[in-house]
């Protein structure tokens, strides 16, 4: 999934006993464009977000079977979704103790669907956010080499590494498609964003440059290689979420 962008409508997983209020909750929330899952259980919560993968839970506090505590405390085990406890009581200790056991917000019934909407918009913006944050840093080799997107500044070691426009958009641009080989002509019009003409081997001189500033070794490069009679690959390894 990663680097892909997602257009289709955000699932939510709705856990609620209570038939009116799944069929009112869901009703508003596809009106809002999002895809609705549904479980009557805590049981059945557990094996519907195995199953569907939502971006983000609805959990109702008092379900027959486990609690909602404790399918909050079985999704956190596995899981960092958001979750939006549904809760009868309005007893503050509750409400706590639900935040405590890793909800990231709740709702007190009787509750307005709009208003549970506009919550569902708000959490699910700022896990975007998040998501884009970590996204625009980029880690290879156990952190060896990072490239920040945002900063736009590239380490080596923890050492910032000088590089000028040029060699950093083609470093990017190999690096975000790590299988991809890219031709010369490639890389001049994705990488550089000019117009190829012809036979050009300016590439060359600056994968040379990147080299000599991001290589351990660069006689045997690891993270540019050579892709003899086509062009070149980034050859670093994305490990753990560093
Ligand atoms: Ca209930």
Avoid: W
């Avoid at 699932?11 to 038939?19: F, G, N, P, S």
């Avoid at 464009?33 to 549904?38: A, E, L, N, P």
């Avoid at 590239?154 to 498609?177: F, I, M």
């Amino acid at each position: 999934m990663e680097g892909m962008i997602i257009n289709q409508a955000p699932k939510i997983l709705v856990v609620e006993d209570e038939v009116k209020i799944v069929e009112v909750v869901k009703s508003y929330l596809e009106n809002s464009g999002y895809t609705v899952c549904t479980a009557y259980s805590g049981r059945e919560a557990l094996d519907k977000f195995a199953a569907e993968d939502p971006a983000l839970v609805v959990l109702d506090l008092m379900l027959p079977d486990l609690t909602g505590e404790e399918v909050c405390q079985a999704l956190r085990q596995r899981s960092r979704v958001p979750i939006i406890m549904l809760t009868a009581k309005v007893e503050e200790e509750d409400i706590l103790r639900g935040l405590k056991i890793g909800a990231d917000d709740y709702v007190t019934k009787p509750f307005s669907p709009r208003q549970l909407v506009a919550r569902i918009q708000a959490i699910l913006r700022r896990a975007e956010d998040r998501t884009a944050l970590l996204a625009s840093l980029l880690s290879f080799n156990g952190g060896e080499l990072t490239i920040d997107t945002m900063t736009y500044e590239v380490k080596r070691d923890g050492q910032l590494v000088n590089l000028t426009p040029n060699e950093y958009k083609l470093l990017v641009t190999l690096a975000k498609h790590p299988n991809k080989t890219f031709t010369r002509e490639e890389l001049i019009e994705i990488g550089l964003g000019e117009e190829f003409s012809g036979y050009d081997r300016t590439i060359d001189s600056h994968i040379k440059n990147i080299r000599h500033k991001i290589e351990p070794n660069p006689k045997n490069p690891k993270y540019i290689l050579t892709v003899y009679g086509i062009g070149y690959r980034f050859g670093g390894e994305k490990r753990g979420d560093q």
